[in-house]
T-cell receptor
Framework: GENVEQHPSTLSVQEGDSAVIKCTYSDSASNYFPWYKQELGKRPQLIID?????GEKKDQRIAVTLNKTAKHFSLHITETQPEDSAVYFC?????????FGTGTRLAVRP | DGGITQSPKYLFRKEGQNVTLSCEQNLNHDAMYWYRQDPGQGLRLIYY???????QKGDIAEGYSVSREKKESFPLTVTSAQKNPTAFYLC??????????FGPGTRLLVL
């Protein structure tokens, strides 16, 4: 089955700096890659996603890049703000199932 | 997200007891999913259902059971065979092959 690895597990940045989280996947048939943000005790919420026929997607301060050849995808957050502090999960869909990474705890220092 | 509800918010289980977690959605989604989240870890798939009256095991189905008698509902039973049930349980739904949206979760604790 699919295996998704996510790095780093924790990330601390100064407010205004950029943050980058990277994921790799194993199944070359995976075709959909969402990113979720989860605040403490809350549900994961979709922040951006990308499909395998696209190399990059942006939404304001958030962008995702996909390299199908290398089987990795990354989340980029620019101009970080304290409210960006949360746990971020990447995922890859193969067939009917999503497989999640183990999460990155992002802390934005004011 | 508001179209997916889970109850109860907190659930306490005694040893040897079966408990059932509720998940309802009014988004007209065909597919529904159950995940388990342990502290500091990602989401692991327990069971999923692509259509009414059909469901498949996920990666950690042992000790759990589900039913899908209605499109809107996908209850999860944590049986006494699940020896380490303490976790945060999340239900999700999606249209076929589309984005999954999550419910607010149920936190299960063992007495």
């Amino acid at each position: 089955g699919e295996n998704v690895e996510q790095h780093p597990s924790t990330l601390s940045v100064q407010e205004g700096d950029s943050a980058v989280i990277k994921c790799t996947y194993s199944d070359s048939a995976s075709n959909y890659f969402p990113w979720y943000k989860q605040e403490l005790g809350k549900r994961p919420q979709l922040i951006i996603d990308i499909r395998s026929n696209v190399g990059e997607k942006k939404d304001q301060r958030i962008a995702v890049t996909l390299n199908k050849t290398a089987k990795h995808f990354s989340l980029h957050i620019t101009e970080t703000q304290p409210e960006d502090s949360a746990v971020y999960f990447c995922a890859a869909r193969s067939g009917d199932k999503l497989t999640f990474g183990t999460g990155t705890r992002l802390a934005v220092r004011p | 997200d508001g179209g997916i509800t889970q109850s109860p918010k907190y659930l306490f289980r005694k040893e040897g007891q079966n408990v059932t977690l509720s998940c309802e959605q009014n988004l007209n989604h065909d597919a529904m999913y159950w995940y388990r989240q342990d502290p500091g870890q990602g989401l692991r798939l327990i069971y999923y259902s692509q259509i009414v009256n059909d469901f498949q095991k996920g990666d950690i189905a042992e000790g759990y059971s589900v039913s899908r008698e209605k499109k809107e509902s996908f209850p999860l039973t944590v049986t006494s065979a699940q020896k380490n049930p303490t976790a945060f349980y999340l239900c999700a739904s999606s249209s076929q092959q589309e984005t999954q949206y999550f419910g607010p979760g149920t936190r299960l604790l063992v007495l």
